[in-house]
Each structure stands twice: as C-alpha cells, then as structure tokens.
C-alpha cells in the first residue's frame, strides 16, 4: 500500500499540469451537470413496508380518484384570528376573508376544481370549491345533520371537523395545489402570502401553513464561510505559513465543490431529501481538509530528511496516504453500511456523505502532491512565524509532556476519562424522537405560528388526527356497516380520543376511512401510546368480525420509523463494528487495539447522545430556544459518522505509535513517540472538524442544529478525551500485549504496509544502488 501510493504521490507531483486539469474538468463537469440537470429536493420521509406506510399504499389502492399521498401533497394552510372583541362570523370579517378566497382562486398553482366560486352557478360535479371558515362551518353542520345519524353524535362530528373553532374566534382554510410539495416555488409561496393581505388590513391575524409553505431549499452557505476562516486559521497556526495553510483549503474547496454539484446533479435523477447536500458538504469538508492536514504535516516532516521535494512528497503520500486510505475506507464502511438500515432516504445520506468521503480522500492522494508540485519550493511560504516539526524538535512539545504524564499514572487518568463520558452521557436515558415536522419547527416562523393557532383554536389533536383504513373485503356485504361501526366505537372508547368518525367508504364498499382525531399532541407520549392502543386492538376485531385495518398519520409514522430503526441498529452495530474491526486489525497488526479502538468509540457516542439529549431536547444551558424531541434517524445516522470519524483519529494517531513499536522501540517509548508527533496534527485535525460542525449550528433548521452539534461534540469526546487521553493510557496498561497477534491469524492477514516498513525498505535499496552506481 505505502509503496503504491509513493509512486502516486510522485507522479502527481511530476505530472501536476495534467492531475490539476483532470481535477478542474471533473469540477466543470460537476457544474453544468448541477446547472442543466438538478431538480428539487424534498422534505418528505417515505418509509416504505412500515405498518403506517402499509395504510397509507391500502389507501391509495382502494381510493384511487381521491387519494393523495400526505407526505408529498401539497397544500396550504389559511389560519385566521378575528381581531380581539370579535368572531370571524361578523360581516367585515367575513368579506376580509371573501376578498382573500377571491385572490387565491387567482393563483394559477391552485387546483382548478378549488378554484369554482360558488355564487357564480352550480359547482360541476368533483369540485370542491374554496369556502370561508363560517360558510364552510354551515355547510358541514347541514352535511352531518342530514347523515341521519343522532343530533348530538352529528354535533360531535362536525365540531371535529370544522373550520371555525367553537368561540368562532379562528378559522382554517385549506387551499390544495397542483403537484406535490417539490413543485411549489418560491413565487407560488409568495402569490400565497399576498392573497391573505386584505384580511391583514382588515386587523385579522393571518398565519400561513401547511406543507407548501415550508422551504425546499437545502440549507448551507454562511456555516461553510465560517468552518473554512476557522479552518484557516488553525491551519497558520499548525504550520505557520499563509500559503501551507491555504494548500488544505484549496483542495478541501475543489473536493467539497465536485461532490455538491454532483449531488445536485443526482437531484435530477432520483428524489433526495434537503438535508442530503447539507450533510454530504458538512463531512465532505471536514474530511476533505484534515486528510489534506495529515499529507502537508507529513510533507513538511519529510523535508527535512531530503532537498528533494517530488521524493517528499511521494513518501508524504506513501506513510500518512497510507492512513487516509485506511480512515476514509472506516467512514466509508459506516456511511454506506447504513443501506443495512432499509430506510430509503437514510441510505441517501450515507451513499452522499460517503461519495465526499471517497472525493476527499482521492482529492488528498492526488489533487494536494500536484498543488504542493505548483507552488515548488513556495510551498511554506509567507512565514508568520517559525513552527518547529515536533518529531525533530529538540524541546519537549505539549503534547510530549501530556503523554508523559498520562503515561506515568495510566490508571488514574483510565478511571477520570470514563468517569467524565459516564456522566455526560447521563441524559441519553430520557432520549425521545420525532420526525421533522412543522411541529418541531422554529417558533416565530409563519408554519409553527399557523400550527400554534390551531393549537389554541381547535386542541392539540386537530394538528395530528390519525386515519385509520378498514378492510373489509373478507367480511359478507350486509356486515361490512356494522364492521365499520364497530372500528369507529372501539377507537372511540379509548380515553385520549377526542373524536372519531367514518370519513368515507370507497365505491366497491369494502374500505373504509375512519378519522380519529386525538386528545394530544402528534409528539406526545399519550398520542403514540393511542397508536399502539389501536393496532392493539386490531386482532380482535379481525378474529371477531373479520375486518383488518392500518393505522397512518404523523404520530404513527414516527412510531414505525422509530422502530424500523431500533429493529435495525444491532445488524448495523455487527456490521460496521465488525467490518472496522477487521480492518483495524489489518492495519495494527493486532487483536487488543481495534478493541479499545471500538470501545472509545461506544464511550464518546454515549456521551454524546448525553450532551445532545440535554441541550436541544431538555433546553439545557438556555442554548436552544426550541427544546424538541431528537429526530429519528439522528442517532443511527450519527453512529455511522462518529464511528467513521473515531477510527479516523485511532488510525492517524495509533499508526505512528505502530510504526515506532515497528522500528524498533519498547511499547511506552512507543506511544510516547507516537503521541510527540500524532498529537499535534490530530490536535489540529480536530479543531478544524469542531469548527467546521459546530459552524452549522447558525442554521435556521432545528435538525441541521443538532447534527452539527453532535458532530462537534463527538469529535470533541473522542478526539481530546478518548484518543489522547484514554486510549494511551489503556496502551500504557497494556504494554507489549497491545500488539499481540496470534501467529496462525499473522499468517492470514495481509500485510498492507501503512506502517511504511516496506517502504523504507525500497528507499533503502534504492539509495544503496545510487551509491554503487555513484562510485562507479
């Protein structure tokens, strides 16, 4: 491995006019790809095969003219507060709301069968003509009187479903749009804002929501400026020169900028969520510019053990290339393993954060030796101070004297570190999750305000109702009404059902649709346990009477997402823990290394699930004005990342006590040597990528907030506390036994050099034959 990627760094070098053109046309490529082919990304979370989506297929099947996927529909949501004093039914209230109808019917996104005005003549039959809260109020109250059924059960049902509020102080108005949620543009969205401003004038409060009011516009532009100017400096500071420190960034821009536009690209070609750029860009350039840093330290390093730069160059490439290869390959392993996972858009991420990954790593292998071969012997130019190399610095580094001291009272340090994660992690035991919703969405924002008004108009419920779909294609046809009654008495009964009714039966009359309007929240406690009250129930009605039937909404999607993932984490733990492993084992030559290596790894997770859990679910330190449940697929999508990144961390640091334990030092000399060089650079690396993610953290976007905090955190906890500080320690601990390898598994695994011994080997014999030909 090391020989190999010698020989690339040194072509690179060498042939830097023909990498460097290769490079900038993948990136022209990329962007007239991303230019002429993109198309939106989408804020919808399909999970196919769970119980919920298993309804919601039912009903699209069994109603096919009048069914529309909810997750994907797109629809506005007209809320309006009458002015204190007064009801919505007054008559300058209700031609305010008349005027605002008359111009949305203007907005050529409405769908034309919403667009009839019914003082204008008959409504066509299939129309279903925009009415304001009051009128719309009326025509359900008529509706339900004349169902036949009891006066005081039609009361209940149309206060349920009515769009005046009972002090008729708030009324809603839903305005459905042609094609989904991906197609409503920013102008759509604005012709909306404006249609509601003559009831505005008039002194009502008009909120606008629903899912065609919140941005499909990925996230992203400020956070990169900040990560890459905090990046810069820390990178002057590690080398003391303007222009090494620019090296890194300028291939870590060149690397992040062909995955963003290719990913953009894809976005013409399959539907991606919005935070699938973001989050490939995040890792991508926090990746892309700590491979670089581990290429240019080791250049330096080089340096002074030969004039020739394209010769330090390729074994730069050849020893920390070596490393790169290794700690890219472990995040890669982790960011694809999540397809294990079975969740579509989860498997997006992966496969998008992955590719930043893959282009970081082929960006520090090829594109950075023929950016250093360009700029020559300028390459630690513009000096701003002198930065001794630490492994050829004859005073005692910080870190030297911290290793040293950690190497003295292993122990100690061992039960502090453990005890520190332990107690950070507390508060991962009052873990909740939820999926993005606009009921965790910022407060102040135009979608929660509307929510919060239905909120306070309607009940809690009215923001989350649960459907229920009732197949009774196995149950005769004079039984199928008592059937569906029956489902409509059991729901009711339970004691956090506000309301339920029968909202429709399909033409065959085998389905039926039943709305269950609860008592709570969509994110609460009560409302998922009403979800699993009515699956519950499901087999006895089935073995009773013969009817089956699905529960879907928010709540109940969440609950299935929630449990496709728990279902999910151990095959995933086996098969990213088990896969790095091997590799590990590969890359040390040892059994006892990647093992502590894993479980650092499991520690620092922890305590970042801890930390994450007490600032943006519990509020804790006043940091988040919006405390909310943790999004669903958060912690598996962060194990896979901080899994990646911990063993990225082992590989750079442990390979440099490897190679000293190689070449002939004890074990404590050992991880002393390692440590004099590998903390630095690590020290650095680390910094930039808490920079880098915590930069993101100035998103509007509640979830964009918390990953880049629990990436930051993460890399914290397993950078400073368990890398530098329990891992030497347990090293310590261990002594010679930390590079015990069986003799029969020696044999077996291959040998991939990333220590550079072959390397050397080469160099040597080929320095001798100089010699000889020299003195010839």
């Known amino acids: 491995m090391a020989t190999y990627l010698y020989r690339v760094g040194r072509f690179a070098y060498r042939r830097k ?26 804020n919808a979370f399909s999970i196919p095969g769970t119980p919920a989506q298993q309804a919601l297929d039912l009903q699209s099947e069994r109603f096919p003219a009048a069914s529309e996927d909810p997750l994907t529909a797109a629809t506005a949501q007209f809320v309006f507060q009458a002015p204190a004093g007064t009801t919505l039914d007054s008559p300058e209230n209700t031609a305010a709301i008349d005027k605002v109808i008359a111009d949305i019917r203007g907005i050529a996104a409405v769908k034309d069968s919403a667009k009839v005005d019914p003082a204008a003549g008959p409504v066509p039959e299939g129309a279903a003509p925009l009415l304001d809260p009051v009128a719309g109020n009326q025509a359900i109250v008529d509706t339900y009187n004349q169902s036949g059924v009891a006066p005081d059960v039609a009361r209940a049902n149309a206060a349920a479903v009515s769009p005046l509020s009972p002090d008729k102080t708030i009324g ?9 949620v991906t197609d409503v543009t920013a102008d759509t969205r604005s012709q909306l804002d404006q249609a509601a401003q003559p009831a505005r004038d008039a002194g009502l409060n008009v909120q606008i929501g629903g899912s065609a009011m919140q941005e499909n516009t990925p996230p992203g532009g400020s956070a990169e400026l900040i990560g890459l100017a905090v990046a810069a400096v820390v990178l002057v500071v590690m080398f003391g020169s303007l222009v090494a420190a620019g090296l890194p960034l300028i291939t870590a821009i060149v690397g992040v900028g062909i995955t963003s536009l290719t990913i953009t690209t894809a976005t013409g070609f399959a539907e991606l969520t919005q935070f ?19 290429i240019v330290a080791r250049f330096r390093n080089e340096l002074t053990n030969t004039d020739d730069r394209e010769e330090a160059a390729g074994r730069a490439v050849g020893t920390a290339g070596s ?9 890669l392993i982790a960011l694809v393993a999540l397809r294990v996972v079975g969740i579509p858009f989860l498997s997006q991420m992966g496969l998008a954060a992955g590719f930043g990954v893959l282009v970081a790593v082929l960006v520090a292998l090829t594109l950075l030796p023929a950016v250093l071969g360009l700029f020559g012997r300028k390459a630690f130019a513009g000096k701003v101070r002198t930065v001794p190399d630490p492994e050829h610095s004859e005073n005692p580094t910080n870190g030297l004297r911290w290793v040293r001291l950690v190497v003295k009272r292993p122990a100690l340090f061992l039960i502090a570190g453990v005890v520190i994660l332990g107690v950070i992690a507390g508060p991962m035991t009052g873990l909740r999750l939820a999926l993005p919703s606009i009921a965790t969405s910022e407060p102040g924002t135009p979608v929660r305000m509307a929510y919060d008004l239905v909120d306070q108009g309607f009940g809690p419920g009215r923001n989350g109702p649960l459907l229920v779909v009732v197949d009774a294609s196995n149950v005769p ?11 409509v008495e059991t729901a009711s009964s339970n004691a956090d059902v506000a309301n339920a009714q029968q909202a429709g039966v399909n033409e065959a009359g085998d389905t039926a649709l039943v709305s269950v309007t609860p008592r709570s929240s969509p994110n609460s406690e009560e409302t998922r346990d009403l979800v699993n009250a009515l699956r519950d129930a499901e087999p006895g009605l089935a073995s009773e009477l013969g009817v089956e ?34 590799l590990l084992m590969v890359v040390f030559r040892s059994i006892l290394v990647p093992l502590t290596a894993t479980v650092g790894f499991l520690l620092s997770v922890l305590a970042t699930f801890g930390a994450t859990v007490f600032i943006f679910q519990e509020g804790g330190l006043g940091l988040i004005s919006n405390p909310q449940p943790i999004v669903s697929f958060m912690p598996i999508f962060l194990i896979g990342v901080v899994f990646g990144l911990a063993m990225d961390y082992q590989v750079f640091l442990v390979s440099r006590m490897r190679e000293a334990y190689v070449h002939g030092a004890d074990s404590q000399e050992a991880i002393v040597t390692g440590f004099k060089y590998g903390a630095r650079v690590v020290a650095a690396a680390a910094v930039i990528m808490i920079s880098v993610f915590a930069a993101f953290m100035l998103e509007p976007d509640a979830f964009i907030k918390s990953i880049g905090f629990a990436l930051a955190a993460a890399v914290f906890f397993d950078a400073f506390v368990v890398r530098m500080v329990l891992i030497p320690a347990v090293m310590s601990l261990l002594g010679d036994k ?13 040998n991939v050099d990333i220590e550079g011994e072959k390397l050397q080997k080469v160099l040597q014999s080929d320095t001798a034959h100089k010699d000889v030909v020299d003195a010839r």
């Open 276 to 294: 699938t750029p973001i989050l490939a860009l995040m890792i991508g350039l926090a990746v892309a510019i700590d491979y670089s840093l581990f």
């Open 549 to 582: 039937y699905g529960v879907t909404g928010q709540t109940a999607l969440e609950l299935d997402v929630s449990q496709r993932l728990q279902d999910a984490l151990i095959p995933y733990l086996a098969v990213v823990v088990g896969l790095a492993f091997l």
């Open 323 to 331: 490393a790169v290869v290794f700690a890219g390959t472990t995040v």
């Open 17 to 42: 006019a023909v990498v460097l053109v290769v490079w900038l046309a993948l990136l022209i490529l990329a962007g007239v790809g991303a230019a002429t082919l993109s198309g939106p990304t989408s």
């Open 738 to 750: 930390a590079w015990y390898l069986p003799k029969w598994l020696d044999k077996i695994l291959p």
């Open 172 to 180: 809603t108005l839903e305005v459905p749009l042609s094609g989904t």
């Open 477 to 487: 046809e004079a039984d199928r009404a008592a059937a569906f009654s029956r489902v």
